[in-house]
């Protein structure tokens, strides 16, 4: 089981966390990062983007690197392959995040050991936004809809 991965800690890692600095942001819409990002961004969140080719993305200032953001992180949302994560993971621990976010399919235990030894919660091989959805009853929203996950009781038995 990746760490960081039971039902109370991560809807208290996403309740903590309202600043989040979104590590290879895209600027294209119909990538992923930029769908999660903005997703969390109409959520209430402060996205804070992360990437050296851009220099702004989704309204906001976008930074080179981690060092660059000029005010406090609470999470870190990696969108990087996972040789990337550790030294992402180290830039974390310097800024003093308190959250290491890798997504789906980043799965990097080096970085894991980084982080947890730098004192920041790890949460690897998760969407952010499909459990943001998925705790918080986001999952009826448009693209989601699929009516197959609920968390309310059906009023009708499906045949």
Sequence with gaps: ??????????????????????????????????????????HGYRIIPVNPKYDEILGEKCYPNL????EPVDLVDVF???ADASAIAREAVAIGARTLWLQIGVINDEAV?????????VVMDRCVKIEYARLFGGLNWFGVNTRLISSRRPTWLPY
């Design 1 to 42: 089981m990746p760490p960081m991965s039971d039902i109370n800690t991560l809807r208290r890692v996403l309740r903590e966390s309202r600043t989040m600095a979104v590590v290879g942001l895209s600027a294209d819409w119909f990538r992923p990062s930029n769908f999660a990002a903005k997703y969390m961004q109409a």
């Design 67 to 70: 060092a660059a953001i000029p």
């Design 80 to 82: 990087r392959k996972p």
């Design 113 to 121: 050991k980084i982080a947890e030894s730098g004192g920041l919660s």
